[in-house]
T-cell receptor
Framework: GDSVTQMEGPVTLSEEAFLTINCTYT??????LFWYVQYPGEGLQLLLK?????DKGSNKGFEATYRKETTSFHLEKGSVQVSDSAVYFC????????????FGTGTQLKVEL | EPEVTQTPSHQVTQMGQEVILRCVPI?????FYWYRQILGQKVEFLVS????????KSEIFDDQFSVERPDGSNFTLKIRSTKLEDSAMYFC??????????FGPGTRLLVL
């Protein structure tokens, strides 16, 4: 079945450090890929998405590129802030798969001054 | 900006009791979902709903679970006889077309 694998957390970084959170996927069809973020005490918010190979999603300084050859969708940010501290979820939907989201386990990011 | 709302934010119940979790999706959305997240685990799909019927459900969504859109605005998840293992955060999501799902803040359910 479809699945998403994320790097284990927690990830602790200093402010202004470079962030990478790895995400790889397995899908039977052609997936759309998403990053959702969950701030403490809140629900899931869409951060960015990409719907086909080589697409780059970007938002709030975060970027991720849909790499079909490596089945990856790694999240990056050049300079993190304390306010980026949250849990980040990689997810996919598959066309013809009812559009349900399949999530990774989530990666907790903690950014310190 | 329109958002998905959920009530209650927290619910504590005794094992075997029925609970109803409520969601108000974004008003012009057509597809509705429930997910759950057991503490420390991944977010799992439960059920999707379109055109007043279930379009897909997971193996978690057994006969103890039901969904309803009773009045054109609310979208509810009922658990008939709760078990300890139903303790989780339950998220509602809605979607206008097959594009992007917008999530509510969740209901934390604790079954004692």
């Amino acid at each position: 079945g479809d699945s998403v694998t994320q790097m284990e957390g927690p990830v602790t970084l200093s402010e202004e450090a470079f962030l990478t959170i790895n995400c790889t996927y397995t899908a039977t069809g052609y997936p759309s890929l998403f990053w959702y973020v969950q701030y403490p005490g809140e629900g899931l918010q869409l951060l960015l998405k990409a719907t086909k190979a080589d697409d780059k999603g970007s938002n709030k300084g975060f970027e991720a590129t849909y790499r079909k050859e490596t089945t990856s969708f790694h999240l990056e940010k050049g300079s993190v802030q304390v306010s980026d501290s949250a849990v980040y979820f990689c997810a996919l939907t598959v066309t013809g798969g009812g559009n349900k989201l399949t999530f990774g386990t989530g990666t907790q990011l903690k950014v310190e001054l | 900006e329109p958002e998905v709302t959920q009530t209650p934010s927290h619910q504590v119940t005794q094992m075997g009791q029925e609970v109803i979790l409520r969601c108000v999706p974004i008003s012009n959305h057509l597809y509705f979902y429930w997910y759950r997240q057991i503490l420390g685990q991944k977010v799992e799909f439960l059920v999707s709903f379109y055109n007043n019927e279930i379009s897909e459900k997971s193996e978690i969504f057994d006969d103890q679970f039901s969904v309803e859109r009773p009045d054109g605005s609310n979208f509810t998840l009922k658990i008939r006889s709760t078990k300890l293992e139903d303790s989780a955060m339950y998220f509602c999501a809605s979607e206008r077309g097959r594009e992007t799902q917008y999530f509510g803040p969740g209901t934390r359910l604790l079954v004692l």
